[in-house]
């Protein structure tokens, strides 16, 4: 499965879980960690377990296992980390003050394009 059908597969399961913002940005150039970040919301911790529950079982019923997880139930910034897509899950207050878009505006957001 193509990296770019693997990161529609998490944006649906994240939107299922009704994640909030979900931004997608294309890194592939800028860095080597990986190929896209996605960047999604939650408003409680309840709700950040359950969006990284669907994105790891939807994933892993791809065939694609999580290398890394940092972040637990408890979290409010859980960072899965599926070699080519990391995906960032955070609670607002967290995702305001890490600004990852910011940080990565080098990158090339791709939401419309795969949303």
Known sequence: METLELVKLAVDALKDK?????????IHEISTIADYFVIASGSNSNQLGA???AVDEALYKAGVHAK???GNRNSTW???DYQDIIVHLFSKEDR???DLERIWRDGKEI???IA
């Open 68 to 70: 890394q997880i940092e």
């Open 51 to 53: 969006m990284q529950d």
């Open 111 to 113: 939401t419309d394009e």
């Open 78 to 80: 859980i960072l899965m």
């Open 96 to 98: 305001l003050f890490y």
């Open 18 to 26: 009704k994640a909030e913002d979900v931004r997608i940005i294309d």
